[in-house]
């Protein structure tokens, strides 16, 4: 049996369990634990003063307490959660983990927004000082675990949304997404509500020029919420209720604008119409637009769902994507880091996921690089042919995204061949493979197979691969490297 086991270890431990205890009961006996759990951890840091588990653990209890006190006294309440801030800052001080950064972030959020702790929106701010030291704790638990943790994202977006940084606050939600292999309920709430605002404000923003771009990432999200078959209807009922204005503006541009939207957008406008729970408690004029907008939405022809022809497109699209903020890596003697072949049925994974991840840097660590892609950057006048030999040329590397629509496409074949054409004759590893969808061994390129290819089939692991890919992006041409995987 193992002697001579510090007080302070024991008093941890026991501290820790009172505190898991707590959750599973009602309130009084919540109360009781959670007391008895702050004396004895606040007894173990006078036995050991550089005790981070302990002011960890104990940063959670006084947060909880303060949580409980919140409506019956709020002066004590005011009390735990400095309490609970100051031993966050000891963990900080004691280089806590990126777990702990997370938690004192929330808790500055609450100190910031107190007695509305439970409530978002730069309306409830009392104090901004504490929400920036939130994002400094959230910076120190990136430069501990890096940009790839879903807590810490999430709380950035949360911080950055009550600091009313709408385009900041969306993008970092985007990526607590597609950061978790399962997403809850609320997440895709919270995520179409950020993107709905921001719909809003670059709406009044850009002198009449829509951000219709916003409204394909809200259709994408939603989407992905109806494949993990999470519950769509409570996600439509949070925007309704939420901001209806907003969701009023979008649904009336759907309903105007000529084939804003797919088939598949169209439905999941009509779906939101068609949600009784949230509009039955609506007041008489907003149901009746509502009934409006249902009527219309009948008559609105989709985008052809096939792949289109580009001087077509180009005649009818205007900036359908936002232009790249962070373009710090462009290799010298080219004009962009990457060109993206991909077919124009895989263009919502293309720019809501790849090109958002590759333009944009989520720490200091972290890197943007300058991509081109057809929808925004080939020149309006020029042939088809000549702005993709052009793409591939002033590009460093050329990403082809492989699925079966790829495959299928002549364009796509097009742009991989020319882009194997320089790859081969000079030897600058240039074209990298994206595996986007299984393909069978008949179905994959015969040309490829050859050269080493990212693999993204799995969403789990997809942020991961995005890493990799960065990495390989900043290969200088003719650099011999393996990309990621060799299974092919």
């Not at 959670?60 to 709020?74: A, I, K, M, P, Y």
């Not at 985007?174 to 670059?202: M, Q």
């Not at 985008?303 to 936002?322: G, N």
């Not at 925004?376 to 042939?383: A, E, I, L, M």
């Amino acid at each position: 049996m193992q002697k001579n086991i510090p007080d302070s270890f024991v008093m941890n431990k026991y501290g820790r369990a009172l505190f898991h205890l707590s959750k599973e009961k009602d309130s009084h006996e919540k109360r009781q634990r959670l007391e008895m759990a702050e004396a004895i951890l606040t007894k173990s840091t006078v036995c050991f003063t550089m005790n981070w588990f302990a002011y960890s653990t104990r940063m959670q209890v006084t947060e909880s307490l303060g949580d409980l006190h919140l409506t019956t006294n709020r002066e004590l309440s005011w009390q735990y959660f400095q309490t609970a801030f100051r031993d966050g800052n000891q963990c900080f001080e004691s280089k806590g983990s990126a777990i702990d950064m997370e938690i004192l972030a929330r808790i500055c959020q609450k100190i910031a927004k107190f007695p509305f702790t439970n409530k978002y929106g730069a309306h409830v701010v009392k104090n901004k000082e504490f929400l920036h030291y939130a994002l400094d704790y959230l910076q120190h638990g990136i430069a501990l675990s890096g940009p790839s943790e879903y807590n810490i994202s999430k709380r950035m977006a949360s911080c950055l949304y009550d600091l009313d940084e709408l385009v900041t606050a969306a993008e970092w939600m985007k990526r607590a997404l597609a950061l978790s292999s399962y997403v809850k309920t609320y997440d895709f709430k919270v995520t179409c509500l950020y993107l709905l605002k921001r719909y809003g404000v670059e709406s009044k923003d850009n002198g009449g020029d829509k951000p219709y771009y916003i409204l394909r990432e809200i259709i994408y999200i939603l989407l992905k919420c109806q494949k993990q078959q999470a519950n769509t209807n409570e996600v439509y009922e949070y925007m309704i209720r939420n901001d209806y204005s907003d969701l009023c503006s979008l649904i009336h541009d759907v309903v105007t604008v000529k084939q804003l939207l797919k088939q598949t957008g169209i439905d999941i406008i009509t779906e939101i119409l068609q949600c009784d729970t949230a509009i039955k408690n609506l007041d008489t004029g907003r149901q009746k637009q509502l009934e409006q907008f249902k009527e219309q939405i009948s008559n609105v022809v989709p985008q052809d769902d096939i792949e289109m022809d580009l001087e077509e497109e180009f005649e009818k699209s205007s900036a359908p994507i936002p232009i790249s903020l962070e373009t710090q890596q462009v290799p010298e003697g080219y004009q962009y880091s990457f060109f993206i072949s991909h077919s124009k049925r895989d263009s919502d994974w293309v720019i809501n996921m790849l090109l958002f991840e590759l333009e944009k840097k989520f720490s200091d660590e972290d890197e943007a690089f300058k991509g081109c892609i057809a929808d925004r950057d080939f020149v309006p006048g020029k042939t088809i042919i000549r702005n993709i030999t052009e793409a591939i040329n002033k590009s460093c590397k050329i990403i082809l995204v492989l699925t079966r629509n790829f495959v299928a496409s002549p364009w796509c074949e097009n742009e991989m061949e020319r882009a194997l054409v320089r790859h081969i004759n000079d030897k600058d590893s240039c074209v990298i493979p994206l595996l986007l969808e299984p393909l069978s061994d008949e179905q994959y390129p015969d040309c490829l197979k050859n050269i080493t290819y990212l693999d993204m089939t799995d969403e789990s692991t997809r942020i991961q691969e995005i890493s990799r890919l960065k990495r390989a992006l900043l290969y200088a041409p003719g650099d011999d490297i393996i990309y990621v995987r060799e299974d092919k």
